[in-house]
């Protein structure tokens, strides 16, 4: 068998790993709104749009990425111990190869890892109680499907991706594109709905015979003429509650948001029942990528954390939370705390049931007195990817139980701050409304005595 000569600039190319790259992702887009809108343009992306690029230690000592030219040292090995790197322009105009540090989603993932935390399918978290939703890995065979997968055959079968767009979340513009392309598959389309009605008469007069005894193996096939199709055809197009699951069975169409209340009266083109691995995919989109998003591919909770000493425990080791705001009333309404925990936006599950003296510092109000910020001890639940590409993490206080084998010591608030004139000998307090020169104590004497022993400040 002859082999295949490339050329040289071919064989270059094939060997390339930065030919090799992914193109980039489009950045996520905020939803149109009349409000102002405050946001930073170095702030981390909720996910990676990029491809990260790091570079071996013997490469790394010459600034060597394996790019058109070396990176300068004082923008990658003179800034962290590990660089990595991201793209955003090879070659620009100015002749040089525009990069930023990836450090970013990078860590955010190996602490992620670290948690040892299974993805699990969206599901609403109600604030209100302790009960947490069912743990549904997206990687079962029964949920893990697309609109190609050979799964969706199986009764029951779900699947995270449709052929067709997900209409409550199009613009009219692309509707409109999207209904142009629609009219040129009519041909097809029709044919699939031929199809789809002699099923459904063939499905009725096996029943018609099993009811009356006659032998199904002599039945024929069932021959559907064309004006039995088009009389079929007016009585779906007269009738949205039947025309509805036959146009998105036929498009494959994600399944819309459930209709408002005050439209149920009214006729309207009614969808079937979600096929969709989660309903909460319905609410906001089937997701961009797969539900897991590759972050980790673990299947469930079952895992045993062995201490050294301790044995067998029943949590997890507790991770450290730092409370980025505190709750309260945050743009005219009343807010949860949110927290960090690995470099993850948490809303703190059980900030409405905290009571005054087991909350954390800094969690009821803003707590400046603390170094380094406020923290507390938190044991993560849940973990999950929306539809949008964002990490949502679910954790609960950790419990003394948790914290015991690790010797963990929550912060605690100090509430008996003591001035150091109060610790003095002194036992007058001068009076703040006079001036800094005739500011003298009233008793020069410790051991002088007063029937008042602390004067008024007016």
Same mark, same amino acid.
């Given at each position: 068998m002859a082999t295949v000569r490339l050329s040289p600039a071919a064989n270059l190319l094939r060997k390339s790993r930065l030919f090799a790259l992914p193109p980039a992702l489009p950045s996520p887009q905020e939803a149109a709104t009349s409000r102002a809108v405050f946001q930073s343009e170095t702030a981390t992306l909720?996910?990676?749009?990029?491809?990260?690029?790091?570079?071996?230690?013997?490469?790394l000592s010459?600034?060597?990425?394996?790019?058109?030219?070396?990176?300068?040292a004082k923008s990658t090995t003179d800034r962290s111990s590990r660089p990595v790197v991201r793209v955003i322009e090879l070659?620009?105009?100015?002749?040089?190869?525009?990069?930023?540090?990836?450090?970013?989603?990078?860590?955010?993932?190996?602490?992620?890892?670290?948690?040892?935390?299974?993805?699990?399918?969206?599901?609403?978290?109600?604030?209100?109680?302790?009960?947490?939703?069912?743990?549904?890995?997206?990687?079962?065979?029964?949920?893990?499907?697309?609109?190609?997968s050979s799964g969706l055959a199986r009764p029951g079968a779900r699947q995270f991706r449709h052929a067709g767009p997900w209409l409550a979340g199009q613009t009219e513009a692309e509707f409109e594109t999207y209904l142009r392309?629609?009219?040129?598959?009519?041909?097809?389309?029709?044919?699939k709905l031929r199809e789809r009605f002699v099923v459904m008469r063939t499905a009725e007069r096996r029943k018609r015979a099993?009811?009356?005894?006659?032998?199904?193996?002599?039945?024929?096939?069932?021959?559907? *003429?064309?004006?039995?199709?088009?009389? &079929?055809?007016?009585? +779906?197009?007269?009738?949205?509650?039947?025309? @509805? /699951?036959?146009? $998105?069975?036929?498009?494959?169409?994600p399944s819309p948001p459930a209709i408002p209340s005050d439209r149920i009266g009214h006729k309207y083109y009614q969808s079937p029942g979600t096929k969709l691995s989660s309903a909460?995919?319905?609410?906001s989109?089937?997701?961009?990528?797969?539900? *897991?998003?590759?972050?980790?591919?673990? &299947?469930?909770?079952? +895992?045993?954390?062995?201490?050294?000493?301790? @044995? /067998?425990?029943? $949590?997890?080791?507790?991770v450290e939370a730092r409370i980025l705001r505190p709750k309260g009333r945050f743009k005219g309404r009343t807010s949860k705390a949110i927290a960090g925990v690995g470099g993850i936006a948490v809303e703190d599950l059980n900030a409405m049931t905290f009571v005054?003296?087991?909350?954390?510092?800094?969690?009821?109000?803003?707590?400046?007195?603390?170094?380094?910020?406020?923290?507390?001890?938190?044991?993560?639940?849940?973990?999950?990817?929306?539809s949008d590409g964002r990490i949502g993490l679910a954790s609960y206080r950790a419990s003394a139980t948790a914290k015991a084998p690790y010797r963990i010591d929550e912060q605690r608030k100090a509430t008996n701050i003591i001035s150091d004139a109060a610790r003095g000998d002194q036992r007058s307090v001068p009076r703040l409304d006079l001036a800094r020169s005739a500011r003298k104590p009233l008793y020069n004497s410790p051991h002088a005595r007063s029937p008042f022993p602390f004067s008024a400040v007016l």
């Open positions: 909720p996910h990676p749009i990029r491809q990260s690029i790091v570079t071996p230690a013997s490469s010459r600034g060597d990425w394996g790019l058109k030219r070396p990176l300068p070659d620009n105009f100015e002749h040089v190869t525009d990069f930023e540090s990836a450090a970013d989603h990078t860590v955010t993932l190996e602490k992620f890892q670290e948690l040892h935390m299974p993805l699990s399918l969206p599901s609403k978290v109600n604030y209100a109680t302790t009960i947490v939703p069912r743990h549904q890995s997206p990687f079962e065979t029964a949920v893990d499907n697309t609109e190609s392309q629609v009219r040129a598959r009519k041909p097809e389309l029709m044919q099993q009811d009356n005894g006659e032998d199904l193996a002599a039945l024929g096939p069932v021959e559907v *003429s064309e004006e039995e199709f088009q009389a &079929r055809l007016r009585l +779906l197009r007269a009738d949205p509650f039947a025309l @509805g /699951p036959a146009v $998105f069975e036929l498009l494959d169409l909460e995919y319905a609410v989109g089937p997701p961009k990528t797969h539900p *897991s998003a590759g972050l980790s591919y673990t &299947r469930s909770h079952a +895992l045993l954390y062995n201490h050294p000493r301790f @044995g /067998p425990q029943a $949590f997890q080791k507790p005054e003296q087991g909350a954390p510092a800094g969690l009821a109000t803003f707590d400046a007195s603390t170094p380094g910020g406020s923290k507390y001890w938190v044991t993560p639940i849940r973990a999950s990817v929306d």
